[in-house]
């Protein structure tokens, strides 16, 4: 009963004071994947099970220990989902958008359910920006989608964000692969830990994942599988990173980058801030649309954990836009006043602006208080006097400056003080945001 008023384990409320953040950092995101060519896909909140046993892979952590899953009231076994590629593969698949014009792109901002240890920055709901595109297998589109990736995070003003990348082949390059594996890892199969013993000859390749140092320490020393690319794969993998190099875009290899999920084939990456934490990953994943029973088709994408994201920029002070406040607020004397600013703010807000007016019936002192604590631009007293002249004064909050107006002009007079506001602080977030990279 205690826990009512407690939210549950793992999961945040974005409170009022900071949701112009999360609007910032999606609405964002999204928009530079407008310009790629991607546009916004929605899919639910659940889906069935299966669907991410046979994508994200039997064997990995995410579905033998991570997923919520249970059964609905039909006795359907139903999973909230654990990340968002699957989803979007499942839509695009059962819609038939694949037998259209391909490629086709799709962008989300979608939360994401995990049981797992909850620590700082790790949650069991988590939100993630991503993108999938299906149908385009040439190297120019791994690195169209590594750009987006690289773009967006400096369009969000973070610094010093390196891209990592890695290839990790096609099932017949694989398999030789997985063979060294098997045989480096056999060789040091006392150390290792219970469940990289068990990993040993399912999927050998989950071992480089484990968190426990000693597995971390064996792993190390790993056979890589840039070492085992069949000639195909190594193509692949040599154009796309010299399409990144045209395109002036730094890359370090990193052969330790497997990605957590089954359905990853060739180039994987991760973009990894200055403290070493990996704010987006994604790759290419050509097996995952045949695997859930459609006709084979290309596929790639990334997900960025927006969590994550805000908790670097927070970190690195990147620059957020101004959290919205109250352009005016109506401060009203006596009834009839109050009549007339409720009027007055109707059709202000009409006309696009914020604008406030006492609900409470306080008092002109306390009203001016309230409308100091909103951070209102401008507020503007109405008593007796400006109803009969109709002339009242605007002040201006920020620097005290008063200046008298008509109501009837009102309109007019604020849009043009608040356009000429807006540009000001948007010189500034932009000025900000070039002198952060
Ligand atoms: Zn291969
Ligand atoms: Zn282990």
Known sequence: MDLITQAPRGTQDVLPDSSHKW??????????????????????????????????????????KEMYTFEDKGGRSITLRPE????????????????GALPVKVSYVTSC???????????????QFGVECFGASAPQADAETISLAMQILSALGLKGV????????????RAKYYAALKEYFASHVEELCGTCQGRLERNPMRILDCKS???????????????????????????????????EIPYVLDPHIV??????????????????????????????????????????????????????????????P???????????????AAQKCFALATSL????????????GRSLKAQMKYADKLGARFTIVVGDNELETGLAQLKDMTTGETEEVSLGDLYTVLRQKLLDRELADMTDLFGSIAEFQ
């Open 23 to 64: 609007q910032y950092v999606e609405q964002t995101a999204l928009a530079i994947a407008r310009d790629f060519g991607f546009r916004e896909i929605r899919t639910p909140v659940f889906e069935h099970t299966n669907l991410f046993q046979r994508s994200v892979g039997e064997t990995t952590d995410v579905v033998q």
């Open 213 to 247: 140092p000693v597995c971390h320490g064996i792993a190390a020393d790993a056979p890589v599988m840039l070492d085992y690319l069949c000639e195909d794969c190594a193509a692949h993998f040599e154009a796309v990173k010299s399409c990144l190099s045209a395109a």
């Open 84 to 99: 968002g590629t699957a989803g979007a593969a499942r839509a695009v698949l059962e819609h038939g958008l694949l037998s």
């Open 349 to 360: 807000r009409e006309g696009g602006t914020a604008v406030e007016c006492d609900i409470v």
């Open 113 to 127: 359910y995990r049981y797992e240890k909850s620590q700082k920055g790790r949650y069991r709901e988590f939100h």
């Open 259 to 320: 990605r957590g999920l089954d359905y990853y084939t060739r180039t994987v990456f991760e973009l990894v801030s200055e403290d070493g934490l990996v704010v987006a990953g994604g790759g290419r994943y050509d097996g995952l649309v045949e695997e859930l029973g459609g006709a084979p088709q290309p596929g790639l994408g990334f997900g960025m954990g927006i969590e994550r994201l805000l908790m670097v920029m927070e970190q690195t002070e990147a620059p957020f």
């Open 322 to 336: 101004p959290a919205p406040a109250c352009d005016l607020y109506l401060v009203s004397m006596g009834q009839a």
């Open 162 to 173: 390196a891209l990592h990348i890695n290839s990790i082949g096609c099932p017949t390059c």
